[in-house]
Structure formats: C-alpha cells, structure tokens
C-alpha cells in the first residue's frame, strides 16, 4: 500500500530594502523596507495571508474534520513565524488550531533558513535550537524530524542530524542518486546507524507545484481521479509517495481561478476510495516502515532548478563573495554583548538573499525573477553587501 505523505514548507525572509552607499553609517534598520512597495515584508506576508495561509488553512482543518484518516505536516521558518506574529496573528492562530488536531506534524530546520550547515557546525546547531524553542512556545511540539533549508542535504547532515537526536530527515528523491532505485520506500543514509531518510517524490510533486496550471503540460487539466491512479499504480512498487511542496503552492503559486483549492479539496476523498492507501507523517512513516538499503549522497543535493545542487545560492562570485563575508565575522559577532546585532546578523544569513543574486536565466531564471523583489541580481548584491559594509561599522563599535 502506499501512505501518502504531504509536507509543506512555511518560509518568508525578512527581505532587506534598497540600500545605498550613501544609507552606510547613517540608518541600520536594514529591513524596513517600504521601498520595496508590494514586495516588502509586510505586503508579501499580508497578501500570501489572504491568498494561501489562510483559504488553504481552512481546507486543510475541514478536511480533517472530513476525514480523520487524513494527516499533513509542515517545516516553518523561524522567520516566517515572526511575521506572522507582527503582520498576521490570525495566521498564526489558524496554523496552531490545524497542530491541535493531532493530525499535523511539525519538523525541525535553521531558524533562520540559513545555509549555516555550509559554513559553520556551531551556528547550524545554535539556530536548530532556536528553531525548537519557538516551536515549543508558539506549538507546545517537540520535532523529531529535520528538513533543512531548501532540502539540501549530504551523508554528512544526515550524521550530524542523527547524534542530535531526530528519528529522521527528508531529501529529493533524484535519479542521479537513486539509480534503479525508487523514491517511494525509506532508506539508510550513509555513515549512520538509525535515522530514516524519506525521499521527495519530485515528478508527483512537482504536478501539483509547477505543472498544474500549465496549459502546455500534456496532462494537463489535472483532475482529481487522474492524480489518483497515478498514485494508485505504486501499489506493490513503494511504501510511500511522499509529496513535498511550498505551501504557497496554493493560491499563490497555482491562483485560487486554476482550481488549485478545489483539487486540493476533493484530493483525500479520492485517494481513501482505494482500500489500500492512507496518509502518514514523516514520524509515522518512521515508525512503520523498515529501510530498504543505504543511500549514499556524499555530494550536496537539493530541490532547486535542474542541476539540483546548491548553485541557485552559491553559482556566481556575487554569491559566493557575500557568504563568505557574512560567515567570516561569526566570532567577533558572537562575543558582542548586543543581542540586535546578532539578531540582524543571523537574518542575513537566510539563504533567500542569495537566491536573489542568481544570475542564472532561461526557465530557472524565470523563477529566480518571480521572487526577487530587485530589479537585478545586482542590485541584490550592491544592497546586501552596503549593509554588510554598515553591519562592520557597528560591529566595530559594539
């Protein structure tokens, strides 16, 4: 039988503003950001609240109401849970109502959507920490598996992972490393003696994330009942078809006029007419299902563009000059007593800064521009690194 596995991914940045050379010394707030218009914080948190946060999770808790049987799960971003405080407490709300039911589970990843497993050990695990306290304060839970930033992940993580303690971790399932091998069944990772690896079902997912409004895709309309045979036909080829995803897949992504909700709606009923499925979380995959061998992914690999690596944030010299000098400063910030400075150092680490450098074209450049509140990869920079410039400054006076 194959268990359905929904994971959703909950991340927005704290974007930062426009900034000059001339704002050096002069103004170190770096993420008030009305110069961003519709693209600033507060915007983009206010319309994703309206458009996917809160329709998807009110089919969500109907849902369960619906069907008992039906089980999701989500990674929040510690930064997104901070916006939804200041901006969005009714989003908050709706999400701690959806955990309450017993039917949801909560992973564990970097506070701040960092890249920190890259370049420090000892800030990796300080922000898996904050990310667990926030967890427990704002959702009474306690993760037992970890997602990290952008699904990236290598043998190395996943031992790491396994002395801190977690039953599991998830991954793209790609061919590259899989070979012969399926996506639908749980494996060992290499190096390690008990965690879980799950495998993103990337071709299923990625029908619902990116093809389904797609007028050019060949099966396109995705209806209901044709997604479900397609999931019907691992009966006896995998244990689990795990289908990871943004959640703004949902009204953002794919607009409400596609029939996204109504897909995702009508989805659970279907998939429950055949005897033989259910729906899982990660934990529960964990604890019924046995590995089928080891996986060995010695380099990095994650859910970006087609190369699957970490190029989307580390491609260009741009990218590659700014972690280093975000990173470069960790002690001297770590032994200042300011706590705002630490706050503001750590923001800067998330990953979506980077991203919005890439300088990458054709269909992934395409979608790097959709998310870029800049007008260019090299606006990005020249802000980014003006703060960097600001952020030594008061550093050096702290």
């Given at each position: 039988m194959p268990s359905i596995c929904f994971y959703f991914q909950v991340h927005q940045p704290y974007r930062i503003k426009?900034?000059?050379v001339f704002d050096i010394g002069n103004d170190h707030d770096?993420?008030?950001?009305?110069?961003?218009n519709e693209k600033g914080n507060k915007a983009v948190m206010e319309k994703v609240s309206r458009k996917c946060y809160l329709p998807t999770n009110k089919i969500l808790?109907?849902?369960i109401h619906k069907h008992p049987e039906f089980k999701i799960s989500y990674s929040f971003s510690g930064t997104a849970?901070?916006?939804m405080e200041n901006f969005a407490p009714e989003v908050l709300e709706s999400f701690q109502k959806l955990i309450k039911t017993g039917n949801v589970e909560v992973l564990s990843e970097t506070y701040y959507h960092s890249l920190a497993f890259f370049y420090s050990d000892e800030e990796f695990i300080e922000q898996i920490k904050l990310h667990k306290k926030k967890i427990k304060e704002l959702f009474d839970y306690e993760p037992k598996v970890f997602r990290n930033t952008e699904l990236s992940y290598n043998n190395e993580l996943a031992t790491i992972i396994e002395r801190l303690g977690y039953d599991g971790i998830l991954a793209e399932g790609w061919e590259h490393y899989l070979g012969y091998r399926s996506p639908n069944f749980l494996y060992r990772p290499k190096g390690t003696q008990k965690i879980k690896l799950l495998l993103k079902n990337y071709k299923l997912s990625d029908d619902i994330a990116f093809r389904f409004s797609n007028k050019q895709w060949k099966e396109h309309p995705l209806y209901v009942p044709k997604f479900c045979n397609w999931l019907n036909s691992v009966n006896g080829n995998g244990n689990t078809v795990n289908l990871f995803m943004d959640y703004?897949?949902?009204?953002?992504?794919?607009?409400?006029?596609?029939?996204?909700?109504?897909?995702?709606?009508?989805?659970?009923?279907?998939?429950?007419k055949h005897?033989?499925?259910?729906?899982?979380?990660?934990?529960?995959?964990i604890s019924t299902y046995q590995t089928v061998g080891e996986l060995d992914i010695h380099n990095t690999l994650t859910w970006a563009d087609a190369e699957r690596d970490l190029s989307a944030w580390t491609g260009n010299s741009?990218?590659?000059?700014?972690?280093?000098?975000?990173?470069?400063?960790?002690?001297d910030v770590i032994n200042s007593a300011?706590?705002?400075?630490?706050?503001?150092?750590?923001?800067?680490?998330?990953?979506?800064h980077f991203y919005y450098m890439c300088t990458k074209w054709f269909s992934d450049g395409d979608v790097h521009k959709y998310f870029s509140p800049y007008e260019s990869p090299y606006e990005a920079f020249i802000s980014y690194m003006n703060i960097l410039n600001d952020f030594r400054l008061r550093l050096k006076s702290s």
């Open positions: 426009r900034y000059s770096y993420f008030k950001d009305e110069n961003l808790l109907d849902l849970l901070e916006q703004e897949t949902f009204g953002e992504h794919q607009w409400e006029d596609s029939g996204i909700f109504d897909f995702l709606y009508s989805l659970p009923e279907e998939i429950l005897p033989d499925n259910n729906f899982k979380t990660p934990s529960e995959l741009m990218q590659k000059s700014s972690l280093r000098k975000i990173y470069e400063i960790e002690e300011d706590e705002k400075l630490k706050a503001d150092w750590r923001k800067l680490q998330t990953s979506d």
